[in-house]
């Protein structure tokens, strides 16, 4: 139909245009964290992360001349570079705080006691003085600079590898990992052979549990939890993990059990017809039929399973982290640098980012699936 | 024990359990139990005695033992001994029935065993999902709507107080302000998200790339709650007015003519907005997903027969597209206010409630951890539910006619 419909060249413009502009409407907040991620914390404090990503403008902190004096024809000497690049152009400089951008590049400068200090564009600096500088204080260099877009992983490492860093995110992202994996398989298995059951099995009440499941769907995790805990308590799991793999599994279940049924309901009667008569057992046609030809949604429960228990903050608030805050997750320890580190954006974006990367990987890698799954998962 | 080595014990204890259990139970009901022959008399009687002794005599003692004593893992514990007494006898009496059922006295064909073994065995499949089922959803709903109408006492134990907590609760100027929250969220979550899903989804089938960017509008959802919380907070950032702004939004605002920057999620009413944004962000994709099948499923000849008779894109899309995606707009719409009825992440992130921006969940939440209130977080729990319900009935009854 499309050779027919907006196919008028005004109407095609307009509709690349539009879905541009969406498209960049939803990237622009992500890519602003992630871009932020890669800068320090000075960058992120000076200016907006949208103009790091071309060469920007801007004041640089004061920087205190220093390098090793050469005598050159009766005086001395010191050049260094203000910047470590070469691409940085410098448009304005000064000596002191109060008129940082006093000289224009090349300018040569009187300093006190006959010495002269001159900037020139690439940052490249000369302090040449009659006597010694030895021994002084040497004056110190305002520049205001046009400086190319300059990033850095430091965060990355002082977040992820530094163990000294209380703001770390290391020990969440292994007990994240720990929550998640248990939390993922347990249920399918369970599911699945429910879901036999439910697609394959006649048996009275049938009718009746599909319908209960499909309600215990949208039945909100909420209420759920002072009851469970109470549970937990009583019969001595209280707060940990395993509390919290059962937890996932209990309500990651009705889904489950949702999804493969309306999978394994849609399989060819035959196959198992055929199998019947072969003489296989129900477990033998589970495992050698039934289980293989699901893997398609087996693989799209799996990802909802893992991207709602990696991202879960709510489960792990009540039935994993305790007072002490050794089961911390990823998402209970961002939560926490927002109290804590509320302005400190290179620290924020850094961790967040961490948490983000590996759904959006799992997401990117088996979007098939996350789309078939839910196609088949939305309550028709 | 180092969690990363009980996790995977977990995952081999888990998934190996299951396996053999649903192995062990099935060769025991198949070889064991009811084998596929005939058993003469004598032999049936010692099956049957044996039978008796596992299914009804041991479980019989279990349950008298358990449930007659006062044991925490007794759902109805409070409901007073006579009522545990009669329940006991009468679940006692059930499982001789069901077991003198399945195993009656005298001799059996190969075809009573098949028969028999063919009706236990989706039990046996299901036994582990239900049992899951009825202790983490099912037995909650119901113990919820009771701790919602008592009080726990100082020194343990609870009261029983009617409907006080319901009223306490009403009276509380917080919970209105959450409620009345909700239900704004619930108007423009769903409606924003499905019409921008709904423009992503029309708009992505007509061009070159637009795998590609349903793939980057879609993204979000793969994003916790939390992670969007942090992305979004980043672009609301207010920095004070002499310096650059480093939030979009404020940087937007100046350059537009706004005279100082604004700290956006402390306007009591527009936060709330601003916080809907976050989860209209994220909900968008599904919508488009699901729209984008469902258009895709229009039939062509219906939109030939528009364009023959000279209807332009616009009365295509809104005349003949929309009417027969009706259903699937209306199921994007309930899931996703599915969705924000429980939406805790945000809120709990972005502004924990400050700002007159609180919401049920975060009420509850609240009153349950912080202010320690058992009964009246239940009874904010129970809010939410009876918000649900009226899509749980729908969702059941069209499941329902759908199976038919």
């Known amino acids: 139909m499309d050779n027919i419909v907006g196919k008028k060249p005004a109407l095609t413009w307009a509709v690349n245009i539009s879905m541009a502009v969406l498209v960049a409407l939803w990237l622009f907040p992500t890519l602003g964290l992630l871009v932020s991620s890669f800068r320090t914390a000075d960058q992120i404090a000076s200016s907006g992360w949208w103009s790091s990503l071309g060469t920007q403008e801007r004041q640089v902190p004061a920087i205190r001349v220093e390098g090793t004096e050469v005598e050159v024809d009766g005086r001395f000497v010191i050049e260094g570079r203000l910047f470590d690049t070469t691409d940085a152009r410098v448009s304005a400089w000064g000596t002191s705080s109060r008129q940082p951008e006093a000289y224009a590049p090349g300018q040569v400068v009187d300093l006190d006691g006959g010495a002269t200090l001159t900037v020139i564009e690439d940052g490249t600096y000369v302090l040449s003085s009659p006597v010694t500088t030895e021994g002084t204080r040497l004056p110190r260099i305002f520049s205001t600079a046009a400086t190319p877009p300059e990033f850095t992983t430091e965060n990355y490492r002082a977040i992820l590898f530094d163990p000294k860093n209380t703001d770390g995110m290391a020990k969440a992202f292994f007990n994240t990992l720990t929550v998640t994996i248990p939390a993922t398989i347990i249920p399918i298995l369970v599911a699945a052979f429910a879901a036999y059951a439910l697609a394959w099995m006649d048996f009275p009440g049938r009718a009746l549990l599909i319908a209960a499941i499909v309600g215990l769907l949208v039945v909100p995790l909420q209420l759920a939890l002072i009851p469970l805990l109470k549970l937990h308590n009583d019969i001595g799991i209280g707060k940990g993990y395993l509390g919290t793999w059962l937890a996932h599994t209990g309500f990651g279940l009705p889904l489950a059990i949702y999804l493969l049924r309306n999978y394994m309901v849609g399989l060819p009667r035959d196959i198992i017809e055929c199998a019947k008569v072969d003489g296989a057992s129900d477990f033998q046609i589970f495992t050698r039929i039934i289980l293989p030809l699901s893997f398609p949604a087996l693989a799209s429960f799996a990802i909802f399973q893992f991207l709602w228990t990696w991202n879960d903050l709510l489960v792990a608030l009540v039935f994993l982290i305790d007072s002490t805050g050794e089961t911390t997750v990823m998402t209970k320890q961002i939560v926490e640098l927002l109290g804590t580190r509320g302005g400190n954006w290179e620290v924020l974006a850094t961790a967040a980012f961490i948490s983000i990367a590996v759904p959006l990987m799992v997401f990117f890698a088996m979007q098939k699936y996350l789309v078939r799954g839910l196609l088949a998962g939305s309550v028709k | ?404």
């Open chain 2, 1 to 404: 024990m180092n969690p990363a080595l009980q996790g995977l014990i977990t995952i081999i204890i888990g998934v190996g359990g299951c396996v053999g259990y649903f192995y062990a139970s099935n060769l025991f009901l198949d070889k064991v139990l009811f084998p596929a022959r005939g058993i003469e008399k004598g032999k049936a009687d010692r099956s049957r005695l044996v039978g008796m002794l596992f299914f009804f005599l041991l479980p019989a003692l279990a349950i008298v033992l358990l449930y007659g004593r006062p044991f925490p893992l007794v759902v109805l514990q409070e409901a007073g001994n006579l009522f545990r007494l009669v329940l006991s006898v009468a679940l006692v009496w059930l499982l001789y029935v069901a077991v003198n059922f399945l195993l009656p006295p005298g001799e059996r064909t190969a075809g009573d065993n098949i028969t028999r073994a063919n009706m236990i065995r989706p039990w046996l499949f299901l036994a582990p999902a239900l049992l899951a089922l009825t202790v983490y959803l099912a037995y909650p709903v119901i113990e919820t709507l009771r701790l919602s109408l008592t009080q726990r006492l100082p020194g343990g134990g609870y009261a029983y107080v009617g409907l006080q907590n319901y009223e306490k609760m009403f009276a509380e100027p917080k919970f209105w302000e959450a409620l009345q929250n909700n239900l704004l969220w619930l108007i423009v979550v769903p409606a924003l998200s499905t019409v921008f899903g709904l423009l992503a989804a029309q708009l992505s089938d007509r061009i070159r790339w637009g795998n590609l960017a349903k793939s980057l509008i879609f993204m979000p959802m793969a994003i916790s709650f939390v992670g969007a919380a942090v992305i979004w907070k980043l672009v609301y950032d207010t920095r004070p007015v002499d310096q650059e702004q480093i939030g979009v939004l404020n940087a937007l605002y100046l350059f537009f003519g706004g005279t100082e920057p604004q700290t956006w999620l402390t306007i009591p009413f527009w936060n709330s907005f601003f916080l809907m944004i976050v989860l209209v962000w994220i909900q968008t994709g599904f919508a488009m997903v699901i729209l984008s099948a469902a258009l895709r499923g229009v039939p062509e000849d219906t939109i030939e027969a528009a364009i023959v008779d000279g209807a332009n894109p616009f009365q295509i899309f809104f005349k003949i597209k929309v009417p027969q995606i009706m259903g699937t707009i209306v199921v994007v719409w309930t899931t996703i206010t599915i969705v924000v009825l429980k939406v805790f992440d945000i809120v709990f992130a972005m502004t924990n409630g400050q700002w007159e921006t609180q919401v049920l969940a975060n009420y509850m939440y609240d009153k349950l951890f912080r202010a320690n209130d058992w009964g009246i977080g239940s009874a904010s729990a129970m809010i939410i539910m009876l918000l649900v319900t009226p899509i749980l009935i729908w969702n059941v009854y069209n499941a329902r006619k759908e199976m038919r």
